[in-house]
């Protein structure tokens, strides 16, 4: 870190004062006597490595999207509502233990009520805690009883923390037989699809759900129905 730091205080310095070969030493002891002169230099030398570090991690995140773009929007492993035909996307990352997701969730039926040509992906991506571990695991084992929507809209209408106990009580109210779906709950399908959440979420450089995937644009966090409209507008727009 030191030593990126003083590269970048190099860029800092009077042009005259690198207009020769310099040594690690005179590299430090020019940026010790910057600093020394004006102490704000620190906040801009950092900022220059922040700035370069944000730019490396957008270029490759943009990079990656290119790559797993089939896999983000076509994934058979992962459950998708609208129009299988849509010419528009929506990639969605998701807790059901998160409030905001359950939030996004109204936003989310109104786009597809509101919009005819949208396909909704879901990735479900478990990262609060083993009810929502359990939770997700019995939303994707429905799959096997074609209850999977079932599930999950009374998964995002669930007051309180999706448990394991409260989660088998909605599975037996809305038909499930719960003990294949305890038994579909370990298949290598339901383990893909968490893997493979996990691994796209990290590398689109996502920290928290919800978090949206619109044509080239990374959304993180709950956005507004007009604002997920928007972004759809402008990847309609770029085809």
Not at 54 to 73: H, V, W
Request: proline share 4%.
């Amino acid at each position: 870190m030191r030593n990126l730091l003083a590269a970048a205080l190099i860029f800092l310095l009077p042009v005259g004062a690198v207009a020769q070969t310099l040594s690690d030493d005179d590299i430090k002891a020019l940026a010790l006597e910057a600093i020394r002169e004006n102490p704000q230099i620190i906040m801009e030398a950092i900022a220059i490595l922040e700035g370069q570090r944000d730019e490396a991690q957008a270029a490759a995140q943009a990079e990656f999207l290119i790559g797993q773009r089939s896999l983000l929007e076509n994934d058979p492993n992962a459950p998708s509502v609208g129009n299988p035909e849509g010419d528009a996307v929506v990639v969605e990352f998701f807790d059901y233990n998160c409030p905001y997701c359950k939030r996004a969730a109204a936003d989310v039926k109104a786009l597809l009520a509101a919009d005819s040509n949208v396909r909704v992906v879901y990735r479900e991506w478990p990262i609060l805690g083993e009810g929502s571990v359990f939770a997700t695991r019995a939303a994707l084992a429905a799959r096997a009883q074609d209850k999977y929507d079932e599930m999950h809209e009374g998964l995002m209408e669930m007051r309180g923390r999706a448990e394991e106990a409260s989660v088998l009580a909605l599975a037996r109210s809305v038909g499930l037989d719960v003990d294949q779906l305890v038994a579909d709950m370990q298949s290598d399908a339901v383990n893909n699809h968490i893997a493979t959440s996990e691994q796209l979420a990290q590398s689109l450089g996502f920290t928290g759900t919800p978090s949206f995937v619109i044509g080239d644009a990374l959304v993180p966090g709950a956005v507004p129905l007009a604002e997920l409209q928007g972004y759809i507008a402008e990847a309609r727009s770029r085809e």
